[in-house]
């Protein structure tokens, strides 16, 4: 007996790869023999040479296999027989889940793997192969059948409960794919729950099914349920022995039927439905056309025809044919469009013929039969009553068997023959009319028939030799030939017109030199112009199933479909309808005049239409699809890129994968040129690649570049234009709003009407302009004119700068705080001159007097000074009290008087705190800039690339690292709390700010206009008033030039009258202090004006907060409009949504218009709630 040995395993949870290895060649190998067992010994990953023991094998072959296997093989070093350890990881390793391998030389690898027949794999847990040469592969996956194939696992795999995998159990059977299943002898199925249950069956696609033998279903969910039936396409079905349907939801559910087309159903034995929606429900009834209207083109009887959309062909042996005809009765035949025949037997032949009557005949543009038996031949011809006869155009015969022939008779008296009307007569040659029955016949008339009755044992025609040299021919079993040399050669052909021939089974021909070769073909037509100006071939059919209509029509290709003058269907399955119309590829269809489709399956639908590639498709008079599988849909519309989509009267897509959507304007078409290239709107273009342009007139003509919005333009690489006429000509350049303009190179434009002229400048704001280089416009109508600088007005319309931290670099703008500092310094030293002295400052003026002192000069006893307009009087504490107090009431924010003094208020906004109302108020201004910004953003189109985290990143490659960072530009960084405005700005320092191209903030709390080797100045700065406020040149120049005036003034005067007014007890009026206090309370706010100011306040917030929940309402309304279209299955798709938010309610409406089975789309959708209103527009396609 063999001896089971298990190997070592150097890690716990897994065979180290050297031992895998050779476990796998032993166990392929069959019975081994270790010949070093030493060098396995040496080293754990090394594989043992083994030899089949020729020697031994030959001196045993006399014993069976078990004794073979058992004695005679020479013992390996490490054996790895059918009990191996199993070759897997995060088994259990306890011998609970071995994998076991009981078959001669089979494979099993995984927990609980079985592979139990000779030859036999199975890897995976739970798989198993049981017999011999099956394979198994995947979780439950079970191969049960000889040389069958099992690959794929369970539903969601054992981590949630055990079940099935794939399973092969038919002989030589294949199933791949999680939970598949090939039952049937060498039967395959392909995909997710496939299954192919019968012998020779074929199941492919997400739970396809064939379960009978021979059948073949593929796509998701198709369903080939009989003997030999065929199912192709999403959701067929294909339910009857010999069934074929082939296409989205087709289904021949009768036997051997044929469904072809979209939702095509043949639910009668032998039916054939081609077209969408087509329906052939009568046995062996043919049904071909589309629906129209929502009405089916059906043959509903037994043997009935109908061909063209939205004809009926509804009893037994039924034929209609030509748009919207119908033939109504048994037996009944309506050709042509709006044809009628609705009584048995009855026949209406032409545009709007109508047979009413049993037995009826209608021939001829709007010919009406209504009586029964009623005949009328000719436009126009009327036969009203039963058995009457009425030949030529507008002739009528109103009266029960009467007849009149010629156009315009009348005939309207019981069996008469009318050849005229009344003032209309007509003569009979030789013969007058006839009255009664009685009435003779002359001898010319007789020997007339007696000559017909001669020449009818000849052949069956009319103007014939006679002599013998031009006889119809009928050589074939049961076979008809009537015509001049006429042949009719084949079993139960027919042969009908001057030289028409008919030599394969079941063939038809008519014409003149018509000739129908293909077993059941049919050839009808005939010369160009007959065979008075030559005999030339008149229409062909050669192959099998073929049909042939029309002058020198031609089809040569088993069962191909030419109809009308000059067709020709040259491969098979094609279909050529219209003069001159060319389908010469297999499964082509061409339909129009000289439409043309020239590869596989390419259709060509329309005047002059052309499909040159594989699964082309053109619609409409012109259109042209000559890329691999192309679309174009429109008059002249060009889809000549691989994949291309051209949609619109004279659209072009030329690029690979192009889509171009929209009609021509004034001779310039739509046209989309660059590989991946959209676009949509009238006269649009997208030149470059993967160039996109949304607009009427819009171009995008570089690569990358965005051009969105009517008259938008962008001009250079990866440039961005966005809004009505925006414009984007520099590389790398971005504008944002109507009118806006980015020419430079980097350059970005955000606003309606901003204009960013030079390189890497920036324009932010209405009418903001930027046009030096490195410069930018910060605000509304702000102007930026000088080269790496930062404008924040114009000149005479100056902004401040507020809450400027204190500079500490060279390169730093300094606050208002820092300025004051420096003054205080230099009053400090002038201060030291005197300490003591109390003097005029001009003895000769005495309008001024300081007071010296190391703690000041309390000045007691003083009256209260007037308060009035003019008073030049002191004021005393406490009226300076009472008017603080007064004014911090007024204030608000925590301001308060107190005997240290004044304290002010603190306001607090959007988490910030402000010590003055002229900061906060500037934050509120900010605010709502912000907010309308916001709002703006909102109203308007995405240009860039926005970041979809908390915080906001706008610009290809921007970084908002938190939720409070803001990154605006190509590559711009932001870190916490940081602001970087530009492309490439940087400000990853807390709470700092880079504002322009290339600017650097990595310090924290800080405002950089530039970087340490390129500094901006700000210019257009207003004079600072809180100490944090950054103070101006000017400024600066000012208070140094003050400073060193008043130290330059000159000795001390001394006042000796101040010390009199003081010692005296008088009260002291010191009139230049009175006018300094009532001129800083004068400008105080009192609390009127700043509740008016907070009402304001409050009602744009209110305003606010309206927009947002319209806005609010207005999304939400969209999104359910969007909801409701997506899955709906017809071509043409409205959608309402209704939105609700905070109180205000919004309407959204839109329409969406699918292509190809829902392989292409464009939509258009609009939603309003009160004043706001939003409108777009999309396209989409898969393949």
Known sequence: ????????????????????????????????????????????????????????????????????????????????????????????????????????????????????????????????????????????????????????????????????????????????????????????????????????????????????????????????????????????????????????????????????????????????????????????????????????????????????????????????????????????????????????????????????????????????????????????????????????????????????????????????????????????????????????VNKRQLDAVIAAGSEAQQYFSVNGLGDGSDVASATGSRAVAAGTRANASGGDTVAIGNRATSSAAAAVSMGDGAAASGIGSVAIGGTFFGSEFGESDGARSTGFGAVAVGAVSEATGGTSTALGWSSRATANDTVAVGATAFADAEGAIAMGRAASASDTIAVAIGYGSQAAQFGATSLGAFASATGYAGTALGSDARASGDGGIAVGEGALAAGQQSVAIGASNAGVPTQANGLGSTTIGAASWALSDYATAIGFDSHADATRSLAAGANALAVAVDSSALGAGSNASGDYATAVGASSAAWGIGATALGSGAFAFADDSLALGYNASATAINSIALGANSVADRENAVSIGSVGSERQLTNVAAGTLATDAVNKGQLDSAIAGVGGDVGALDAAAVKYDDVATKDSVSFSGAAGTTLRNVADGALAAGSLEAVNGGQVFAMGTAVAQSLGGGASMTGAGFSGPSYTIQGSSFGSVGAAFGAVDSQFDAIRARFDAIDGTPSVPVGTGDGLAIGTGSVATTPTSTAVGSAAQAGTGGTAVGAGAVATGDNSVAIGQGSVATAANTVSVGSASNQRRVTNVADGIAASDAATVGQVQASATASRTYADAGDARTLADAKAHATAGDTATLANARSYTDDVFSRAIGRSDFDAFRTSVDDRFYQVDRRVDRIGAMGTAMSQMAVNTAGLSGANRVGVGIGQQGGEEALAIGYQRAFRDNRASVSIGGSMSGSESSVGVGGGFSW
């Open 1 to 440: 007996m063999s001896t089971s040995t298990r190997l070592p395993s150097p890690h716990p949870a897994a065979l180290r790869p050297g031992l895998l290895t050779a476990a796998l060649l032993l166990a392929l190998a069959g019975p081994a023999v270790a010949t070093q067992p030493a060098a396995q010994a040496a080293s754990d990953d090394a594989v043992a040479e083994a030899s089949t023991a020729p020697d031994t094998q030959a001196d045993d072959a006399a014993t069976d296999d078990a004794d073979a296997n058992a004695d005679d093989v020479v013992t390996p070093a490490y054996s790895l027989d059918a009990a191996a350890y199993y070759f897997a990881v995060n088994g259990a390793q306890d011998g609970s889940d071995d994998a076991s391998a009981t078959g001669a030389r089979s494979i099993a690898a995984g927990t609980r793997a079985n592979a139990a027949a000779s030859d036999a794999v199975a890897i995976g847990n739970r798989a198993t192969s049981s017999a011999s040469a099956a394979i198994s592969m995947g979780d439950g996956a079970a191969a049960s059948g000889i040389g069958s194939v099992a690959i794929g696992g369970t539903f969601f795999g054992s981590d949630f409960s055990e079940s099935d995998g794939a399973r092969s159990s038919g002989f030589g059977a294949v199933a791949v794919g999680a939970v598949s299943e090939a039952t049937g002898g060498t039967s395959t199925a392909l995909g997710w729950s496939s299954r192919a249950t019968a012998n020779d069956t074929v199941a492919v696609g997400a739970t396809a099914f064939a379960d009978a033998e021979g059948a073949i279903a593929m796509g998701r969910a198709a369903n080939a349920s009989d003997v030999v039936a065929v199912a192709i396409g999403y959701g067929s079905q294909a339910a009857q022995f010999g069934a074929t349907s082939l296409g989205a939801f087709a289904s021949a559910t009768g036997y051997a039927g044929t469904a072809l087309g979209s939702d095509a159903r043949a639910s009668g034995d032998g039916g054939v439905a081609v077209g969408e929606g087509a329906l052939a429900a009568g046995q062996q009834s043919v049904a071909i056309g589309a629906s129209n209207a929502g009405i089916p083109t059906q043959a509903n009887g037994l043997g009935s025809v109908t061909v063209g959309a939205a004809s009926w062909a509804l009893s037994d042996y039924a034929t209609a044919i030509g748009f919207d005809s119908h033939a109504d009765a048994t037996r009944s035949l309506a050709a042509g469009a709006n044809a009628l025949a609705v009584a048995a037997d009855s026949s209406a032949l032409g545009a709007g013929s109508n047979a009413s009557g049993e037995y009826a005949t209608a021939v001829g543009a709007s010919a009406a039969a209504w009586g029964v038996g009623a005949t009328a031949l000719g436009s126009g011809a009327f036969a009203f009553a039963d058995d009457s006869l009425a030949l030529g155009y507008n002739a009528s015969a109103t009266a029960i068997n009467s007849i009149a022939l010629g156009a315009n008779s009348v005939a309207d008296r019981d069996n008469a023959v009318s050849i005229g009307s009344v003032d209309g007569e007509r003569q009979l040659t030789n013969l007058a009319d006839g009255t009664e029955d009685t009435d003779a």
